[in-house]
């Protein structure tokens, strides 16, 4: 699909603080870019901590659908399938078999168009990002094998549209390894002739009427082939058709990268639909819960900020978890939805009250009360490494921090208190993270913490003149 169409994809940009100055850093340090939410319709989907991974993916998948239909409306020129994000059973993992993947894998996903939904290979270059981006995989792929146990790929449905998202990865893999052997070059559509023959298979004509049907059994794909569609929609189906059985016939499916692509894409759809049906009810927030929220905020908000930040200080002292009480309490717009993380820096490059603090702990350790120019800081150094910088070796830390401004209040909720939405959101927010977190504590998901990304991206390998079947997908 083109990718215009893929930017149509409804997105909405949720913002849970007022932008803002980082005051106790100093310019030298970028701010990361905000995190955006990807909805279905007006309603956020997950509400996860890094789950908007497998958001993204299926909105992504649900806007190939949709602009399939679509297209089929509007145009009647040749198929394009160079950059749908898709999905596939191929690389299915049986019930309680663990995957394993690697270093080296991840570094593959990072470089595939799956991963450019939701992540530009230049946001990877941070070794903190880099982390983050391998927990949001062992969850999706956590997610997905609880949804697969517990039968949502079972569903005729489910599976024709999983099978429909590994035809158009397996075919826009093969049409752009045929793009780049040509140096970019458009590939040959599909004849009128050849659709006809691909479709003398009763097969294929039966994976298309599937497909049809399936998108009016699925709410969450919310798009339907009408009357007057069938007859292109047939048509480009059938160019995907070919796309995939010449995929298979050069090896496309037997790469270790499209391999991974089709594992992350079906993972991503099972997790999506096994989310809205049974993840998020159980994740509403009560009118009690709110209630309890909202008050702990307006006493917590009424305080000096020196009084709060002696409060959070003596919460964390007695084991409360430091990132919840940074996501929860933060004035740090930046760092908070991270937990407070800051990732790596060196010194020199935070205000001197903080760089001096932060670097008198070891891992592990939680400063006293800091003062700066700007406001009030609890910090905790996670590790510690040393660097080659310009030529030098240079001494780094990562940590987080809880930031107590005290700079004067504004009119905004966030500085006078929290509204009910907001309690309902953050209240909701920490349930998914929870159900999240017990559930690939349970997974037999294995996933490195971190990779190496190339810079520029490898080129899409050649199609080999022969095909040796590569290493499947690791099972434990």
């Given at each position: 699909?083109?990718?215009?169409?893929?930017?149509?994809?409804?997105?909405?940009?949720?913002?849970?603080?007022?932008?803002?100055?980082?005051?106790?850093?100093?310019?030298?340090?970028?701010?990361?870019?905000?995190?955006?939410?990807?909805?279905?319709?007006?309603?956020?989907?997950?509400?996860?901590?890094?789950?908007?991974?497998?958001?993204?993916?299926?909105?992504?998948?649900?806007?190939?659908?949709?602009?399939?239909?679509?297209?089929?409306?509007?145009?009647?020129?040749?198929?394009?399938?160079?950059?749908?994000?898709?999905?596939?059973?191929?690389?299915?993992?049986?019930?309680?078999?663990?995957?394993?993947?690697?270093?080296?894998?991840?570094?593959?996903?990072?470089?595939?168009?799956?991963?450019?939904?939701?992540?530009?290979?230049?946001g990877l270059a941070?070794?903190?990002?880099?982390?983050?981006?391998?927990?949001?995989?062992?969850?999706?792929?956590?997610?997905?094998?609880?949804?697969?146990?517990?039968?949502?790929?079972?569903?005729?449905?489910?599976?024709?549209?999983?099978?429909?998202?590994?035809?158009?990865?397996?075919?826009?893999?093969?049409?752009?390894?045929?793009?780049?052997?040509?140096?970019?070059?458009?590939?040959?559509?599909?004849?009128?002739?050849?659709?006809?023959?691909?479709?003398?298979?009763?097969?294929?004509?039966?994976?298309?009427?599937?497909?049809?049907?399936?998108?009016?059994?699925?709410?969450?794909?919310?798009?339907?082939?009408?009357?007057?569609?069938?007859?292109?929609?047939?048509?480009?189906?059938?160019?995907?058709?070919?796309?995939?059985?010449?995929?298979?016939?050069?090896?496309?499916?037997?790469?270790?990268?499209?391999?991974?692509?089709?594992?992350?894409?079906?993972?991503?759809?099972?997790?999506?639909?096994?989310?809205?049906?049974?993840?998020?009810?159980?994740?509403?927030?009560?009118?009690?819960?709110?209630?309890?929220?909202?008050?702990?905020?307006?006493?917590?908000?009424?305080?000096?900020?020196?009084?709060?930040?002696?409060?959070?200080?003596?919460?964390?002292?007695?084991?409360?978890?430091?990132?919840?009480?940074?996501?929860?309490?933060?004035?740090?717009?930046?760092?908070?939805?991270?937990?407070?993380?800051?990732?790596?820096?060196?010194?020199?490059?935070?205000?001197?009250?903080?760089?001096?603090?932060?670097?008198?702990?070891?891992?592990?350790?939680?400063?006293?009360?800091?003062q700066t120019k700007?406001?009030?800081?609890?910090?905790?150094?996670?590790?510690?490494?040393?660097?080659?910088?310009?030529?030098?070796q240079e001494e780094?830390?990562?940590?987080?921090?809880?930031?107590?401004?005290?700079?004067?209040?504004?009119?905004?909720?966030?500085?006078?208190?929290?509204?009910?939405?907001?309690?309902?959101?953050?209240?909701?927010?920490?349930?998914?993270?929870?159900?999240?977190?017990?559930?690939?504590?349970?997974?037999?998901?294995?996933?490195?913490?971190?990779?190496?990304?190339?810079?520029?991206?490898?080129?899409?390998?050649?199609?080999?003149?022969?095909?040796?079947?590569?290493?499947?997908?690791?099972?434990?």
């Amino acid at each position: 699909m083109a990718d215009e169409d893929a930017e149509d994809t409804a997105r909405e940009q949720r913002e849970e603080n007022a932008p803002g100055e980082r005051p106790h850093l100093q310019e030298t340090i970028p701010a990361p870019p905000a995190q955006t939410t990807p909805t279905i319709g007006k309603r956020p989907f997950f509400s996860g901590a890094r789950l908007f991974i497998s958001v993204a993916i299926f909105t992504a998948i649900v806007a190939a659908i949709t602009v399939f239909v679509v297209r089929s409306k509007k145009h009647s020129g040749p198929a394009d399938v160079k950059s749908s994000p898709s999905a596939t059973p191929a690389a299915e993992a049986k019930r309680g078999t663990g995957i394993t993947i690697t270093s080296e894998d991840l570094a593959l996903i990072a470089a595939s168009n799956a991963a450019e939904i939701f992540q530009s290979q230049a946001g990877l270059a941070d070794e903190a990002a880099r982390k983050e981006f391998a927990k949001g995989v062992k969850e999706l792929l956590a997610v997905g094998e609880e949804a697969r146990a517990r039968g949502i790929g079972d569903r005729p449905e489910i599976k024709s549209v999983v099978e429909f998202t590994r035809l158009l990865a397996i075919s826009e893999s093969y049409v752009k390894t045929q793009q780049d052997r040509e140096g970019g070059a458009p590939a040959p559509s599909a004849s009128d002739a050849e659709i006809e023959e691909i479709y003398r298979d009763p097969a294929n004509l039966q994976k298309f009427d599937q497909f049809v049907a399936a998108t009016k059994k699925v709410p969450q794909l919310g798009v339907q082939i009408s009357e007057e569609q069938l007859k292109e929609a047939k048509q480009r189906f059938g160019r995907m058709l070919i796309g995939e059985k010449k995929g298979i016939q050069a090896g496309v499916d037997k790469r270790r990268d499209v391999q991974l692509k089709i594992l992350i894409m079906q993972a991503a759809m099972l997790a999506g639909i096994y989310a809205q049906e049974q993840l998020e009810p159980r994740t509403k927030a009560s009118d009690q819960e709110i209630d309890a929220y909202v008050a702990r905020h307006s006493q917590f908000d009424s305080k000096p900020p020196r009084a709060k930040a002696e409060e959070l200080l003596k919460r964390v002292r007695e084991g409360e978890d430091f990132a919840k009480l940074a996501e929860e309490f933060s004035s740090d717009p930046t760092s908070k939805n991270k937990g407070g993380d800051l990732g790596w820096f060196g010194r020199g490059k935070m205000a001197p009250e903080f760089d001096k603090a932060a670097f008198a702990l070891k891992p592990g350790q939680i400063s006293d009360i800091v003062q700066t120019k700007s406001g009030f800081h609890i910090i905790k150094v996670e590790e510690g490494r040393t660097q080659m910088n310009n030529g030098k070796q240079e001494e780094q830390i990562r940590a987080r921090h809880i930031f107590i401004s005290t700079e004067p209040a504004t009119s905004t909720p966030a500085a006078t208190g929290v509204s009910r939405d907001q309690a309902r959101s953050a209240i909701e927010k920490q349930k998914m993270k929870d159900i999240v977190d017990e559930i690939v504590r349970r997974s037999g998901v294995t996933v490195a913490d971190n990779f190496q990304v190339s810079s520029p991206p490898s080129p899409t390998p050649p199609i080999p003149t022969s095909s040796p079947t590569p290493p499947s997908i690791k099972h434990n």
